[in-house]
């Protein structure tokens, strides 16, 4: 109640970005007061056995994780920690750090509890990044979303991907091959067949020659037909990967009820306009695939009942990112409380 009535307003009257940075500040610092930790703790995290799940390989504590994009430098891995997810996926990361697009490129639409972005890979790198991750105290479970640098050329991705996937091998305990976000130009063509198959194939090589691979998974657009999708799924059993994450933003603006300066701006769409979409993906993965791949559900997650359904079509995990932001740290809670409540 707290972050609704007066936590969100207060951020609200910030920039989107403003506003994240400053949470970001004082979550850091705030985990710096002695007893902190623990009252967050208590607040936010819920232990039960009933919540564990043993995904491709990895003993989740619960199903309920951080979706990239939050945390793209890893430097709050120890602090979202405490606010009770299951998992924290950090990045996207790029080889090299880069500034991303020009600002303003976060954009609220509260009307449609949504959010456009087209912030564009921006981040640190990954020498930052893995120096951050081999620091960190906690043992949440933690995910590498890799992206390519905007200036390499797509012929040239591969390498990009390979760099990071080598750089973060022994701090990271999944991978996620991001192919499908809609702000760095061209990208998205690397989710073509051929293109798709040749880097996930050379990605499982250099997998295949550790002592003890990591799982890598692939995470896809809302925005794919079910051909494309039939295709995701060929090449995923083809290549071996451990999972799907579905979905990333869309660039679809269907149906959305805020100011139309709002609802041009260019970028992903996140937030409830992309909750049942995105299920609809889960949901045709899971059924074509006869639940034989692990699929992580994100996409419009606002309620326990949002990510109940995610669940209840397919998912094996689900992560939030947008309905964090709307809804505050109590969601990751909720969540969890309606898992168990529903017996899943």
């Not at 969100?8 to 970005?17: A, C, G, M, N």
């Not at 990361?93 to 959010?115: E, S």
Request: charged residues 20%; hydrophobic residues 40%; aromatic residues 6%.
């Amino acid at each position: 109640m707290l972050y609704q009535s007066i936590i969100k307003p207060l951020l609200f009257k910030l920039s989107p970005e403003k506003a994240h940075y400053v949470v970001a500040d004082s979550l850091r610092w705030m985990m710096k007061i002695p007893g902190v930790k623990s009252i967050f703790s208590s607040l936010f995290q819920l232990e039960d056995p009933r919540l564990t799940r043993t995904v491709f390989g990895i003993q989740f504590p619960n199903p309920v994780g951080l979706a990239a994009g939050f945390d793209k430098n890893a430097s709050l891995v120890d602090e979202f920690s405490n606010l009770g997810f299951g998992f924290i996926e950090v990045g996207t990361v790029t080889p090299k750090a880069q500034d991303g697009n020009p600002q303003p490129r976060l954009f609220r639409l509260p009307a449609d509890h949504a959010l456009i972005n087209r912030m564009g890979f921006n981040n640190e790198g990954l020498d930052a990044m893995k120096a951050r991750l081999a620091k960190r105290t906690s043992k949440v479970i933690v995910g590498g979303n890799l992206g390519k640098n905007k200036v390499t050329p797509n012929e040239l991705a591969e390498e990009d991907y390979c760099l990071g996937f080598e750089a973060l091998f022994d701090v990271v305990d999944y991978f996620v091959v991001n192919v499908s976000s809609p702000n760095t130009p061209n990208l998205r063509d690397l989710q073509e067949k051929e293109p798709l198959k040749k880097l996930l194939s050379r990605l499982q090589a250099l997998n295949a020659l550790k002592p003890s691979p990591k799982p890598i998974l692939l995470k896809i657009a809302p925005d794919l037909s079910n051909a494309q999708l039939d295709d995701v799924l060929e090449i995923v059993q083809e290549t071996n990967l451990a999972g799907i994450i579905a979905t990333n933003t869309t660039l679809s603006r269907e149906g959305l009820q805020s100011d139309a300066s709002l609802c041009q701006e260019t970028g992903g769409l996140s937030g409830k306009p992309l909750t049942q979409r995105s299920t609809e993906v889960i949901a045709y993965l899971y059924q074509h695939s006869q639940g034989k791949i692990p699929i992580i559900g994100v996409g419009g997650i606002h309620s326990a009942e949002d990510a109940l359904d995610k669940l209840r079509a397919g998912a094996s995990l689900v992560q939030v990112y947008t309905g964090f932001v709307y809804e505050g740290p109590c969601l990751i809670k909720k969540i969890n409380q309606g898992i168990i409540q529903s017996g899943l």
